[in-house]
């Protein structure tokens, strides 16, 4: 089976993660997606082979030096035949290349150009540098910090949610323009991003409500084992996993507290819950929780995830060889589909490593020229 994307051609400038991972979410989907990358270092992210590799896969990579005429020449003959550019420069610098969105649809109008940038293209911020740490902070994921400094976020929201909000609106877009044969430039915010993710809690906020807390729930939380593993529990507001777990851990003076009561006495029952379950390993757990149907998982570390019998069971990775006769191994496409493939078919691609294919396919001469 071909993938639901093949023959959509993606042209990607964007560097680091948010861009690239989107791009790999599409190359995923079967877009031929080519990596624009500067010639004689490439994408920074190059600098961290391992990283870079986890989302390059799939992606063909060619060198271009957009600051030469020649070359700017080269790259306008590749837009004319792609469907998609995808940038990630701050707001105004692709203009000034001469590779902004009012250049390139005069070269392809049913061109579909996405932006993505920390704040977006307008507002006071869209200047401002930041890592994610600095749109997770003022998006509200980091507010009760306490500020020592150490309180950094667990993963890079602001970079996997635009991308993941990129790739969406692209096909969108695709899909759009098989209807009214119009291209369209996308602007994509990672704070944006990040504040539609927090919708149920801000939508609450602006409208006088007070968000949902389910942190407050003395069963929702983690929980250390005899045998040094952890594990979660997320019973939130659910009366009937309270019961079965108050009658797994031999609490029957709690069982019929409500979900209020259970709040107010949180710090005792937590108490509770965390003597109980230090009492046994996390392989009696497993067992028990299941057998009584609470919902619990077992707090993994990345390395603990790859060997995890269920993403095993599903196929989550994959290995794909290299030219070299060494394997690479990844995480495929989440998104499983009946009537279409989200293989991996492609290795990390050298720098530059298809320039001449590339342009040759795309009816430009070679780079020799």
Not at 251 to 262: F, I, K, N, W, Y
Not at 337 to 347: A, C, D, K
Request: glycine share 8%; proline share 6%; charged share 20%.
């Amino acid at each position: 089976m071909s993938g639901p994307l093949e023959g959509v051609v993606v042209l990607s400038l964007a560097e680091q993660y948010p861009g690239p991972y989107a791009t790999l979410l599409l190359a995923d989907l079967g877009a031929d997606v080519i990596m624009v990358e500067r010639p004689g270092s490439g994408d920074p992210a190059r600098a961290f082979p391992d990283f870079f590799s986890s989302i390059a896969r799939n992606k063909r990579s060619i060198c271009l030096d957009l600051k030469s005429e020649h070359e700017l020449q080269r790259f306008y003959r590749l837009v004319e035949q792609a469907d998609v550019v995808l940038e990630g420069y701050a707001p105004g610098t692709a203009a000034r290349l001469g590779i902004g969105y009012d250049r390139l649809k005069e070269l392809q109008p049913r061109l579909i150009y996405a932006s993505i940038s920390g704040y977006g293209q307008t507002g006071p911020y869209r200047s401002r540098p930041g890592h994610d740490i600095s749109f997770q902070a003022v998006a509200g994921l980091m507010h009760g910090q306490t500020g020592s400094g150490d309180d950094t976020p667990a993963a890079p929201f602001g970079d996997v949610s635009a991308a993941m909000f990129a790739a969406f609106a692209i096909v969108t877009a695709l899909y759009a323009r098989e209807k009214t044969k119009l291209g369209t430039y996308i602007d994509v915010s990672m704070t944006d991003a990040l504040v539609s993710w927090l919708t149920p809690f801000v939508a609450i906020s602006m409208n006088g409500g007070t968000p949902i807390d389910v942190t407050q729930s003395p069963a929702y939380g983690s929980f250390a084992c005899a045998d040094g593993r952890v594990l979660a529990l997320s019973i939130a507001h659910e009366d009937h996993f309270w019961r079965r777990l108050c009658s797994l851990l031999t609490l029957p003076e709690s069982a019929e507290l409500g979900h209020a009561q259970r709040v107010q006495r949180r710090a005792v029952l937590r108490a509770e819950i965390a003597a109980r379950i230090l009492a046994r390993d996390l392989a009696y757990w497993s067992k028990e929780l299941d057998a009584h149907a609470i919902p619990w998982a077992p707090v993994n570390d990345v390395t603990a995830v790859t060997t995890d019998p269920h993403f095993v069971s599903r196929g989550l990775f994959v290995d794909i060889p290299r030219a070299d006769g060494s394997i690479e191994r990844h995480v495929r496409q989440p998104v499983v589909f009946s009537s279409y493939s989200t293989y991996v078919r492609l290795p990390t691609p050298g720098l530059g490593e298809h320039t001449d294919s590339v342009i040759a396919a795309l009816g430009s001469r070679k780079t020799d020229s």
